[in-house]
T-cell receptor, first 116, second 111 residues
Framework: DAGVIQSPRHEVTEMGQEVTLRCKPISGHDYLFWYRQTMMRGLELLIYFNNNVPIDDSGMPEDRFSAKMPNASFSTLKIQPSEPRDSAVYFC??????????????FGEGSRLTVL | TQLLEQSPQFLSIQEGENLTVYCNSSSVFSSLQWYRQEPGEGPVLLVTVVTGGEVKKLKRLTFQFGDARKDSSLHITAAQTGDTGLYLCAGDNNAGNMLTFGGGTRLMVKP
C-alpha cells in the first residue's frame, strides 16, 4: 500500500518567493497533519484537518503560512513570502479514525525546504 | 502547551550495551507513543502505551508508562547498529487528536 506521499522532497528557493508543499494522505485516513521539524525546535504541529476541515491551526507561525485540503486525497501548505527562518523539514502525516485512540500517525518522507 | 522533555538528548554507545531513554512531563496524558526516525525519513510508530504502569516489549525494546501517566521510558537491551536513530516520544492529551512531541533522543550505536 502506498504511504503518505509528499512533494517536492527538496526545495531550495530565495527569500521572498512563494513555496507550495504538497501531500497525498493514505486512502481512508480522515485526519491530516502538517508538522515542521528543525534541530532547534524539534517536531512542531502546524495545522491539522479532519474530513478536509481545518480543526486547529494555532501552530501556524504567521499569516505567511496557509494550508488547504480541497479533497480527501490532497493537501497543500503554502508559504508566501518565504524567509530564511522557514528553512526546515516539513512533514505531512495522516491517521485513520482509530488513530484518535492509538495516536498512530503515518508520516511522509518530508519536504526539506531551504530558503536562501 | 504541554511539554514533553526527553533525556538524554544525545547518546553514543557501543554495540551490545544497554540503554534507557526517558520522556517526562508535568501533565497527564491519555496515551503516549514512541516513534523512531531515521535520516531522510519520517517518524515511524514503535508503540503506544495507554494504561498507567503498563509495560510493553518489542523484541529488545521495553517501554514503560509511568503510574501517573506523566512519564515513560524506553529501554534497549544489547543495542545493535540498526537501532541508530532519533527516538521521539509523543503524548496525546485527549484534546482533539493532537500529539505533542518531545525533543527526541538521538542514539548512535557504534560497531
Amino acid at each position: 500500500d502506498a504511504g503518505v506521499i509528499q512533494s517536492p522532497r527538496h526545495e531550495v528557493t530565495e527569500m521572498g518567493q512563494e513555496v507550495t508543499l504538497r501531500c497525498k494522505p493514505i486512502s481512508g485516513h480522515d485526519y491530516l497533519f502538517w508538522y515542521r521539524q528543525t534541530m532547534m525546535r524539534g517536531l512542531e504541529l502546524l495545522i491539522y484537518f479532519n474530513n478536509n476541515v481545518p480543526i486547529d491551526d494555532s501552530g501556524m507561525p504567521e499569516d505567511r503560512f496557509s494550508a488547504k485540503m480541497p479533497n480527501a486525497s490532497f493537501s497543500t501548505l503554502k508559504i508566501q513570502p518565504s524567509e530564511p527562518r522557514d528553512s526546515a523539514v516539513y512533514f505531512c502525516a495522516s491517521s485513520p479514525p482509530e488513530g484518535a485512540v492509538t495516536g498512530e500517525l503515518f508520516f511522509g518522507e518530508g519536504s526539506r525546504l531551504t530558503v536562501l | 502547551t504541554q511539554l514533553l522533555e526527553q533525556s538524554p538528548q544525545f547518546l553514543s554507545i557501543q554495540e551490545g550495551e544497554n540503554l534507557t531513554v526517558y520522556c517526562n512531563s508535568s501533565s497527564v496524558f491519555s496515551s503516549l507513543q514512541w516513534y523512531r526516525q531515521e535520516p531522510g525519513e519520517g517518524p515511524v510508530l514503535l508503540v503506544t502505551v495507554v494504561t498507567g504502569g503498563e509495560v510493553k516489549k518489542l523484541k529488545r525494546l521495553t517501554f514503560q508508562f509511568g503510574d501517573a501517566r506523566k512519564d515513560s521510558s524506553l529501554h534497549i537491551t544489547a543495542a545493535q547498529t540498526g537501532d541508530t536513530g532519533l527516538y521521539l516520544c509523543a503524548g496525546d492529551n485527549n484534546a482533539g487528536n493532537m500529539l505533542t512531541f518531545g525533543g527526541g533522543t538521538r542514539l548512535m550505536v557504534k560497531p
